[in-house]
C-alpha cells in the first residue's frame, strides 16, 4: 500500500488509545479620529477598494496595503459605524471587516461570499458540525519539512479520531515538500474525488499552488504564500508576521504608543519585528527605535538609555528565551523594566528551567489555548505530550495547529457565516476575514516565578 494512503489505518487506532482514553461583545474603545480627515480616509479607501478586482500582482499588494493604511488610521467607534453603512457587495467591506476583526471587534453582518459551496455535504448539526464528504491531506511526509508535518499530521487526526459523528474518507498525499510536489500532490487529490483540500504546508508550495489556474476543489492552505488566496480557498499560519501582528494589536489596545522594538538578527525575528512595526504606526503608534540582535546581544546600554530618554512606554521583543534572558537585565537598568514587555511566542525556545527563567517575568507572549487552558475534545496538552512525542515540547504548537485545521474544515460554512463569536480552536479562537485569511485571537501567557501562567483574557 503506498505510504501516503497508509496513514489513516495505522494512526486511528494509536491515537485513539493514546490520546482519548478515559477522557473526555468586544466594547468599542480609544482616540477619535477628526471627523474631515476620517471622511477623506474612508472615501479614498473606497476608490482604491473599486480598483482592486482589475489589479494583479505586486500592484495588488500595494493597493491592498494602502487600503488597510487608510482604514487604520480611523478609531474603532468611526470603522464600526463606517462599516455598517457600506451596501451589500460594497468591495470596501472586506477590507473593513477585516480591520474589525484585527482590532477584536464585531462585524455589523456576515461577509458576502462565494468561495465555498456546501451542497454536497449533508446538512450540518446543530452546532454547525458540517464536514466535508471525501478530504485529502496534502502534507511533505518526506523531504526537508517532514519533521514540521508529523506533529500537524497527528493533530489533525487527532480531532478527526475524537469526533464521534460523521466523518468524511480521508486521504493523504505527499508533497514531498517542493512547489512541484504540492501542484502534482493537489492533482491527484481532486482525480482521487476529494471535495475538500488540507494543504500544502510550505510557504513555496502555497505560492506555487495559488498561481494554478482555476484550482477545482475548496482548499485550506497551512501558510501564508506570497500571492493572496484566490476563490475557494482559505488560508491558515502561525507565520512570524501573526505573532508580530498580534503584538501590536495587543499593546494598542492597552493605550500603549511610543515603543522600542528589539528583533533577533533570524528569520523569525525580522519578520515578525518587521510585521510589527509596520501594523503599529499604521494604527497610529510611534516606534521610538528598532534594534537588531543576535543571539547573544552585547552591550546595549547606550541604545537603550535613549530609548528611555524618548519616553518609550513599552518594549516589543522578538527573539528567543535565551537572547530575551540576556536582554531583561540591561532593560532593568536602563529603566525599562516596568514598562509593559510583550515578545513573541519565539519566547519560548530555550525555556524550561525555572531558576534561569525567573529573568522573563512579566514578558508577556502569545500562546496556544490548549497548552495554557486546554480544550473541549482535546486532552490536557501534559498528558497528551507524555503519550505522544509530536505533541510535547516546540512539536505541541504544530501539533495544535493541526488539530484548528481539522475544525475549520468541519465548521467552516458555521464561520464563514459568523460575525463575532469565533470558532474556540487548540490555537485560539479563529475567525474568517472577507478574503479566506483564518485570524487568529491566541491566549496570553506570561512567566511568574520563572514559570509560564496564563493571564486572563484582555488582561
Known sequence: MPMEMRFARILAPLLLAVLFAGCATTQVSGPTTPKGQASAAIARAAELARQDATLTGQARSDNAREIDRLLSSLDDATLARDAAALPAGDPLYKFAG??????????????????????????????????????????????????????????????????????????????????????????????????????????????????????????????????????????????????????????????????????????????????????????????????????????????????????????????KGATARVLAPQLALAGLGGKSRVATSQLLSGTGKVLDDVALDGIVFPTEAWTTRGVPGLPPASVTGERLATARGPAARLFAFGYDAWLLTAYLEKLANDTNEGLRGATGVLRLDGFGNVLRSPAWSTFRSGAVVPIADGG
Do not use: C, H
Open 98 to 319: 477585516r480591520a474589525l476583526l484585527r482590532r477584536g471587534l464585531a462585524l455589523p453582518r456576515p461577509f458576502d461570499r462565494d468561495q465555498w459551496q456546501f451542497g454536497n455535504r449533508p446538512p450540518a448539526e446543530r452546532d454547525g458540525y458540517r464536514p466535508p464528504v471525501k478530504l485529502a491531506v496534502l502534507l511533505p511526509l518526506s523531504g526537508d519539512l517532514a519533521t514540521a508535518a508529523q506533529p500537524v499530521r497527528d493533530g489533525l487526526m487527532a480531532g478527526y479520531y475524537g469526533e464521534s459523528r460523521r466523518r468524511p474518507e480521508v486521504e493523504f498525499f505527499d508533497t514531498s515538500g517542493t512547489a512541484g510536489g504540492a501542484i502534482a500532490a493537489y492533482g491527484r487529490a481532486v482525480a482521487a474525488g476529494a471535495d475538500f483540500v488540507i494543504g500544502p504546508l510550505g510557504r513555496d508550495e502555497v505560492s506555487a499552488l495559488f498561481r494554478e489556474p482555476a484550482l477545482k476543489v475548496p482548499t485550506l492552505v497551512l501558510n501564508r504564500g506570497n500571492v493572496p488566496p484566490p476563490n475557494g480557498m482559505a488560508g491558515f499560519s502561525l507565520t512570524p508576521e501573526d505573532d508580530g501582528i498580534m503584538a501590536a494589536e495587543y499593546l494598542l489596545e492597552r493605550e500603549r504608543r511610543n515603543v522600542l522594538v528589539i528583533g533577533g538578527a533570524d528569520d523569525n525575528g525580522r519578520r515578525a519585528a518587521q510585521a510589527f512595526a509596520e501594523r503599529f504606526s499604521e494604527r497610529g503608534g510611534k516606534v521610538a527605535a528598532n534594534l537588531s540582535v543576535g543571539d547573544t546581544p552585547g552591550d546595549l546600554s547606550a541604545a537603550l538609555a535613549s530609548a528611555a530618554q524618548a519616553n518609550v512606554d513599552a518594549v516589543f521583543l522578538a527573539v
